[in-house]
């Protein structure tokens, strides 16, 4: 998996995927904001990534699921790296047929076990570096 990221403006970047998709990056001040910025894309992308499980696992049990939203905040240290120290996650779905206890065990193992973004925060990760001019 690859993706490439590329220097638009003071504040502006564009990540593409092996596939081209695009992925604007914002780092304006949040009145000037026109997309995310990095740790609101990495929220987004646990809640995504979370939400892509949940569905799963409900479908696979038959249930109905006309909606899900899933509201990710996160609360970040003061002082650098600003890495976030705690992140939560607010399912609401909507499906006549799935039972609160349920919702609530697949909501947990989805955002625990089986989604490879909230498993990535998690891990040990080696980072290499090249300058080319």
Known sequence: MKTTTTFLGDYEFEAVNENGNKVQIDMRAPEEKKAQSPTELLLSALAGCASVDLVQMLKKRKRTVNGLT????GDRRDDHPRGFTHIRLHFVLDSPDAKQ????KLGHLAATKYCSVAGSLSAEMSHTFAINR
């Open 70 to 73: 899933v509201e990710a905040e």
């Open 101 to 104: 206890e349920e919702f609530e």
